[in-house]
């Protein structure tokens, strides 16, 4: 059976709730393995909410989709706050990026309260903003930016993520409408274990099967080599 933009594959999922050191309950979702235990984790930043960034914004809900059962990884996804999903809606209002400091953290406290592996970061547009500026924890293994803007994160969080010293790679489309690879690669410069792919034919929003794939290959290829390349069929009917 091939693997489409709709399918679903087998995992166990579950709802959760965040808690922020300031008081507010965040809704999410955790996907795993199935029947074993995941060997790392994602937890994804989604794009900016005032645009329609979401929990279920398509790359993440793909990757909760496919990734547990074809990557052994889990997958958390949650609204920062003022954010709405079919999930439900994150206590709070819009941070513009700085009250969303609590929300990573609470995101890492949970992986390490529940004993998540390896946590890495995925942040997508506004959520490469949080991975950059809020994101230097000693919990956090590395991170993947998909289509950083570059925008509220700027030069002295990328010296920070340099000093941090933790792997980072930035997917950036060939047609971003915020940061395209040549200037990427200049900027990302200052953090010297960064490394920047660029993506040809790719926008901002990574609209398409063919991109999401690209996106969810180079993730695990960073997270779980043993699982890349990914499958694009399984079997099934």
Known sequence: MEIR????????????????????KLVGELALPLDRPPVATLICLHPLPTHGGMMDSHVYRKAANRLPALADLAVLRFNTRGTSSERGTSDGVFGGGEDERFDVAAALEYADFHDLPQAWLVGWS????LTLKWGRDP?????????????????ADLDAWAAFGRPLTALVPEFDDYLRPQE?????????????????GAKHLWVGEPYVRIVLNEIVRRVNPAAFPLPTEVPGS
């Open 126 to 129: 506004f959520g490469t903003e």
């Open 139 to 155: 919990l956090v293994t590395g991170a993947v930016l998909l289509s950083p803007p570059l925008h509220r994160a700027g030069d």
């Open 184 to 200: 990427a690669r200049a900027r990302f410069a200052r953090a010297p274990q960064a490394e920047v792919v660029g993506v040809d």
């Open 5 to 24: 933009a709709s399918t679903v594959l087998p995992a166990r999922r579950e709802p959760i709730e965040l808690h922020t050191g300031d008081g507010l």
